[in-house]
C-alpha cells in the first residue's frame, strides 16, 4: 500500500494526451513538490520531472507535471512508443520524515 | 558527471544482514551538498526509499526499515553502504542508490542497480 495513489495502468495512441495522477495528502504532495520518475523496461528509474514541473536537461517538452493541493498530474502529449514505461510519482513527507513513492503507473501506447 | 554503481552479494541467507555498496565516480561523495540514498524494488511492484545520509554523517531512514538499516559513507574509498540487517525473503529486490541534492529531494542520478535475493 503506498502513500501516493497512482491508478494502476493508463494507455493511449500515438499522438493522443495521457495524464497520469497521483494523490497524496497535507503531510507530502500538500506541503512539498512533487517528482516523477520514468523506467523503462529492465533500466533504473530515471527523473522526467523535479519540483512540480520542472524538466531536467534532455527530457523533450511533451512531458510536463503540474500540483494543486494533494494532488499532482504528469501530461504527455503527442504519445510516442517508446514512452511506453511505468511512471512514478515521489514526494518528500514531513510525519515520515522521508521520501514516499507512488505505486506506479503502467503506460501502454495501443 | 557523477556516475553511481552498486555491487555486493547477489544472495543472502535468510536472518542474516545484507550488504551493499555504491561507489561514486566523477565527483567527490565528501562534497557538500549531497544526499547519498538507497531505494529498492521488489520484482514487478514499486519502488521503496529506504534511507539515506548526507556527508556529516547525518542520516534519515523509511521507519518501517528504521530498526534494520545502517547507512554509512567510506570517504578514503568514495564509497556508501547498506546494511539491511535480519534479512527475509521480502527483502528480495532490486536495490538502487542514488543521489538527491540538499536543496531538492528528486533523486537524479541513479545506479543501474543489484538485485539481491534472499533465499536459503
Known amino acids: 500500500q503506498s502513500v501516493l495513489t497512482q491508478p494502476p495502468s493508463a494507455s493511449g495512441t500515438p499522438g493522443q494526451r495521457v495524464t497520469i495522477s497521483c494523490s497524496g495528502s497535507?503531510?507530502?504532495?500538500?506541503?512539498?513538490?512533487v517528482n516523477w520518475y520514468q523506467q523503462l523496461p529492465g533500466t533504473a528509474p530515471k527523473l522526467l520531472i523535479y519540483?512540480?514541473?520542472q524538466r531536467p536537461s534532455g527530457v523533450p517538452d511533451r512531458f510536463s507535471g503540474s500540483k494543486s493541493g494533494t494532488s499532482a498530474s504528469l501530461a504527455i502529449s503527442g504519445l510516442q512508443s517508446e514512452d511506453e514505461a511505468d511512471y512514478y510519482c515521489?514526494?518528500?513527507?514531513?510525519?515520515?520524515?522521508?521520501?514516499?513513492f507512488g505505486g506506479g503507473t503502467k503506460l501502454t501506447v495501443l | 558527471q557523477v556516475q553511481l554503481q552498486e555491487s555486493g552479494p547477489g544472495l543472502v541467507k535468510p536472518s542474516q544482514t545484507l550488504s551493499l555498496t555504491c561507489t561514486v565516480s566523477g565527483g567527490s561523495i565528501s562534497r557538500d551538498s549531497y544526499y547519498w540514498n538507497w531505494i529498492r524494488q521488489p520484482a514487478g511492484k514499486g519502488l521503496e526509499w529506504i534511507g539515506r545520509i548526507y556527508n556529516s554523517g547525518s542520516t534519515n531512514y523509511n521507519p518501517s526499515l528504521k530498526s534494520r538499516v545502517t547507512i554509512s559513507v567510506d570517504t578514503s574509498k568514495n564509497q556508501f553502504s547498506l546494511k539491511l540487517s535480519s534479512v527475509t525473503a521480502a527483502d528480495t529486490a532490486v536495490y538502487y542508490c542514488a543521489i538527491n541534492l540538499q536543496w531538492g529531494d528528486w533523486f537524479d542520478p541513479w545506479g543501474q542497480g543489484t538485485l539481491v535475493t534472499v533465499s536459503s
Open positions: 519540483s512540480n514541473n
Open positions: 515521489a514526494a518528500w513527507d514531513d510525519s515520515l520524515n522521508g521520501v514516499v
Open positions: 497535507s503531510s507530502n504532495i500538500g506541503d512539498n513538490t
